[in-house]
């Protein structure tokens, strides 16, 4: 895929993860932003990760594959695809999972993801809406 334009309204959302944040990423989103902020610790988002993830796995916004790193997959050498719009993270987490050989693919969560149809019996989106243009806010 080619870079995202300056001028998409998704730009904003994955601009931040460059090399360098992504160094700290795990200290800052993990000792601080999930607990504190989101009330989420790392233990109970690994704890989902191991009761969810198939041997055949689909990640949304990888980051730096921190969860897929930590957490137990059903078969010593599960089907891992990463999906991401930043090339940054896609890298990261790429390398850190070098174990199960992931596939890569980089789009936007919010444009046809241009995978095969009932391909994955898996799949995570973590901590991406609020990378998303748009609000939160539910409209009923
Ligand atoms: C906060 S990190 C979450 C990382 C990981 N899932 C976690 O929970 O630690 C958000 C990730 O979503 C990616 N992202 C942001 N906007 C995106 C979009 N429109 N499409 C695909 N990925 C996106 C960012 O590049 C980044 O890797």
Request: aromatic share 8%.
């Amino acid at each position: 895929m080619a870079a995202i334009e300056k001028t998409d309204p998704a730009y904003a959302g994955q601009a931040l993860y460059t090399r360098r944040f992504l160094k700290v990423y795990d200290a800052v989103i993990y000792g601080f932003n999930s607990p504190v902020v989101w009330r989420c610790p790392k233990a109970k988002l690994i704890g989902l990760y191991d009761a969810h993830v198939s041997d055949c796995h689909l990640d949304i916004g990888v980051g730096t594959g921190l969860l897929l790193d930590e957490c137990r997959f059903p078969v010593p050498a599960p089907q891992v695809t990463l999906m991401d719009l930043n090339p940054n993270s896609l890298d990261a987490a790429a390398q850190r999972l070098t174990r199960y050989a992931p596939r890569t693919h980089q789009t936007n969560v919010l444009d046809p993801w241009g995978l095969p149809q009932c391909s994955f019996d898996s799949v995570a989106m973590c901590h991406v809406v609020h990378c998303l243009p748009g609000t939160i806010r539910c409209s009923a």
